[in-house]
């Protein structure tokens, strides 16, 4: 199914989540969707990283300071994956 715009779809199987759609604001920055992901407040989310899988990038680690709303404009049709980095190097 197609999401509205400025909304993602995110999955973080390390984290038992199977897709979250989250709505992006103007302000947005990828931290904030890595910690949208924690199962209970407060809860560390260290070591996960938001990745961005798909187009001519094939796969990238996102900054936790990247603007998700500017990123999606760009890219719309990525995948975003929750990931542990240690992982992936």
């Known amino acids: 199914a197609e999401l509205a715009d ?3 779809r995110v999955k973080a199987p390390m984290l038992n989540k199977i897709a979250m759609a ?5 302000g947005m920055r990828a931290g904030v969707v890595v910690a949208k992901f ?3 407040p407060g809860e560390d989310a260290e070591g996960h990283h938001l990745y961005e ?3 001519n990038i094939g796969e990238r680690c996102l900054d936790n300071e990247t603007n998700m ?4 404009k760009v890219n719309p049709h990525a995948e ?3 990931k542990s980095r240690s992982d992936y190097e």
């Open 6 to 8: 400025n909304i993602i």
């Open 53 to 55: 899988v798909g187009g």
């Open 80 to 82: 975003r994956i929750i």
């Open 38 to 40: 924690r199962r209970r």
């Open 69 to 72: 709303k500017a990123l999606y």
């Open 22 to 26: 989250i709505q992006l604001t103007d």
